[in-house]
């Protein structure tokens, strides 16, 4: 499943709901983070791993106060949550049997 968060309630919900949700902190503008999204999409839409994927739009302002949270400062970065914990993050661009590793290690 991959869902699109606009804001911190629904990232609270997000966390709450799912065992595992791995986060994407992402632009549009962004190359690195244009070549981790179709990653991301095939691994969601394969269902290749029991991880809810969310994605965070670091330029909607909405999203504002996720990034100043959990300092985000350079992009892509991904967070993976365990049970409502920060568990680890990863900075730039991974290929796709290594966000797999990411997620599942």
Same mark, same amino acid.
């Given at each position: 499943?991959?869902?699109?968060?606009?804001?911190?309630?629904?990232?609270?919900?997000?966390?709450?709901?799912?065992?595992?949700? /791995?986060?994407?902190?992402?632009?549009?503008?962004?190359?690195?983070?244009?070549?981790?999204?179709?990653?991301?999409?095939?691994?969601?839409? =394969? =269902?290749?791993?029991?991880?809810?994927?969310?994605?965070?739009?670091?330029?909607?302002? *909405? =999203?504002?106060?996720?990034?100043?949270?959990?300092?985000?400062?350079?992009?892509?970065? /991904?967070?993976?949550?365990?049970?409502?914990?920060?568990?680890?993050?990863?900075?730039?661009?991974?290929?796709?049997?290594? *966000?797999?590793?990411?997620?599942? =290690?």
């Amino acid at each position: 499943m991959l869902i699109k968060i606009e804001g911190e309630e629904q990232f609270n919900e997000v966390i709450a709901q799912n065992d595992v949700v /791995l986060v994407d902190f992402f632009a549009t503008w962004c190359g690195p983070c244009q070549m981790l999204g179709p990653v991301l999409e095939k691994i969601s839409e =394969n =269902n290749e791993t029991e991880a809810v994927i969310a994605e965070i739009d670091t330029d909607l302002d *909405v =999203n504002q106060s996720l990034c100043a949270k959990y300092g985000i400062r350079s992009i892509p970065t /991904l967070i993976l949550f365990r049970e409502g914990d920060n568990i680890k993050s990863s900075l730039g661009y991974i290929p796709h049997d290594k *966000v797999l590793e990411f997620i599942n =290690n």
